[in-house]
């Protein structure tokens, strides 16, 4: 079995000697295979050249290694759940398999999971085993390394693998179901993915009970019945609680459902099935904080990640949970409207953290910094901080973010004509400044297949276009699935909404939907989602607000919103537009008073 899992020679001899060299034989990025030397002991040498170590290996020991590992059931290297992993997206999040070991078992080859890793004394967690069926060795080290490639992001790569394991094997019905999400994470057409995942529905009676619940639920999903594939992952939860990728979906459900109390105790339950995991402890901690006031249990999950965090023990499978940690504190003087005390702690840990992070977070860092300085309205900060980036694909989509906010809207346009990566965030803000065409693009594309974020799109495009009514509509379905879901989406609908209800002298309406966005505020530093880039969206619907009491002549309600906004914008540039005009709204009332 061992021999069958090794991984493939090549003709350049057995040694690698660059770290590009040991991430090309391993299939992965160069930052993964250094994590591995530093957290699960991936065999690396250094000899000396010059003033500094030049690492190489041999090809046999990594495959020792790589076997070893399996065979163990420890931990699988590698991101558990990739950049496309958003909790509330159950349909990308229900996809991998981390930690794997293979045994032989009545002719089948079944896989032995084990996620807990090298566990805390605190952790709760428990080995789980679960069954993916197959009679081939071959197919199996495809479908393995096919996962690990799909939870790193890497879905052409992994599907390559899947063909080649279903080619193989014919009958392994979870290879089929994982080549489906590798298309659909590709954004491929239903018609393309949805056959192998009824292919593997059919081969699922074979199975184990547990194997084929996953694949009822994921096709569910696939499908678009997103309820009946959350009453599955709950048998399935129930049928095997230590089944990882159940409790995760479970907790989207609850999630999407606006449950925070159990969708908060799910997540808690993902975090103790991998304590080692720096995001999923994240997501925990702040789930009982922030959703449900429970910051008791919250701080059990935070101090955890700060342990591995600081400790360099735990895996990050979002780089963003690495950088919500370090900002947390001046997040948290954020919500308390110490602005001062926020940016001293932002700037405590810009100097701090700076000099010693890798290259990659260290851009994380930049973007999560830039994003926290729009929220204050330092938009020369956020600016440079921005500038720093050096991915040619995210910065000008963050440069635009400070043209829009400046209201500097020819700037705005020349950024995203070259931005490569468009999504429904900046085609909204397009359609608000003229780049309706652009907007209809996106939509028409892989990006507005269907969701609350394209109903979000959709309502301010045709409220940009007059049609008021069916505006609300759309808008109306985007918020009240958004609220839990995306930030930045959810406040830029929820504004746009409440224009559009005032347009129609619903101000009640209007005033509900501001009322019940501004009590979101936690969510501008949601972890996962975007980052604190929300926050500024948050500011400009609050300032929607306090416009809205004034025309309505509830100076009050006007003067305390607009006094709000000004002091947390008290360290802002002068000529920030939210800024100014909120001040404006205050001198309009003291003026009125007056009179």
């Not at 590698?78 to 999040?93: D, I, Q, S, T």
């Not at 953290?353 to 309205?377: I, N, P, Q």
């Not at 005032?502 to 505020?521: H, I, S, T």
Request: aromatic fraction near 8%; include cysteine.
């Amino acid at each position: 079995m061992a021999d069958e899992l090794r991984l493939e020679p090549d003709a350049n001899g057995d040694r690698l000697e660059s770290w590009k060299q040991v991430a090309a034989y391993l299939r992965r990025d160069v930052r993964t295979v250094q994590r591995w030397e530093k957290t699960d002991g991936l065999p690396v040498h250094r000899h000396p050249r010059a003033h500094r170590p030049i690492p190489y290996a041999y090809k046999a020991e990594l495959d020792d290694w790589w076997v070893g590992h399996l065979s163990k059931g420890g931990v699988l290297p590698g991101k558990v759940a990739g950049h496309f992993a958003r909790l509330p997206r159950r349909h990308v999040v229900a996809v991998g398999a981390a930690a794997i070991a293979a045994i032989v078992t009545a002719g089948a080859f079944w896989l032995v999971r084990e996620y807990g890793g090298r566990e805390e004394p605190q952790s709760t967690a428990v080995d789980r085993v679960a069954h993916v069926t197959t009679h081939s060795p071959a197919a199996l080290k495809l479908y393995l390394q096919g996962d690990t490639l799909l939870e790193d992001d890497q879905a052409g790569e992994a599907e390559a693998l899947l063909r080649e394991a279903v080619n193989d094997d014919p009958t392994f019905a979870s290879a089929h179901l994982l080549l489906a999400w590798a298309l659909r994470n590709q954004n491929r057409p239903r018609a393309e993915y949805l056959p192998y995942a009824e292919r593997a529905s059919q081969l699922a009676v074979a199975s184990t009970e547990s194997e084929r619940l996953f694949i009822r639920g994921s096709l569910l999903e696939l499908r678009g019945s997103h309820k009946e594939a959350c009453t599955v992952f709950e048998a399935l939860a129930k049928v095997q609680p230590d089944h990882y990728w159940a409790t995760n979906n479970v907790a989207s459900c609850y999630l999407a459902e606006g449950d925070r109390i159990n969708s908060a105790e799910f997540l808690s339950k993902r975090a103790d099935l991998r304590p080692n995991s720096i995001a999923d402890n994240v997501d925990a901690a702040w789930a009982n904080e922030f959703m449900t006031g429970n910051p008791a249990l919250g701080k059990r999950y935070l101090d955890r990640a700060e342990r591995l965090q600081a400790g360099g023990t735990g895996y990050c499978s979002r780089e963003w949970s690495d950088a919500w940690l370090r900002l947390r504190p001046a997040y948290k003087k954020w919500l308390q409207n110490d602005v001062n005390g926020a940016l001293n702690d932002l700037l405590t840990t810009v100097a701090r953290d700076s000099g010693r992070l890798d290259a990659h977070s260290l851009e994380d860092l930049h973007l999560w910094v830039g994003s926290f300085m729009l929220t204050l309205g330092r938009l020369g900060d956020a600016e440079r901080s921005y500038g720093l980036v050096t991915n040619e694909g995210v910065r000008p989509g963050y440069m635009a973010l400070v043209a829009y906010a400046r209201d500097d809207s020819d700037r705005f346009r020349s950024l995203v004509r070259g931005y490569i990566n468009p999504g429904m965030r900046s085609a909204i803000l397009g359609a608000r400044l003229g780049l309706e065409e652009r907007a209809r693009a996106i939509l028409a594309g892989p990006a507005g297949r269907g969701g609350w974020q394209t109903e979000a799109l959709k309502g301010e495009l045709t409220f940009q276009s007059g049609d008021v009514a069916n505006a609300v509509e759309h808008l109306s379905v985007a918020v009240n699935g958004l609220r839990t879901d995306d930030p930045s989406t959810y406040f830029l609908a929820s504004e746009t909404l409440a224009r559009a209800l005032a347009r129609k002298g619903q101000y009640d309406e209007a005033f509900d939907v501001l009322e019940a966005a501004a009590a979101e505020r936690s969510h501008a530093y949601d972890p996962f989602a975007n980052g604190p880039e929300s926050g500024q969206f948050w500011m400009r619907l609050r300032l929607l607000q306090a416009e809205l009491y004034a025309q309505r002549g509830r100076w009050e309600d006007s003067t305390r919103v607009a006094g709000e906004i000004v002091h947390l914008l008290a360290l802002a540039d002068p000529t920030f537009p939210i800024l100014q005009k909120a001040k404006q709204l205050l001198n309009q009332q003291s003026w009125t008073a007056r009179r």
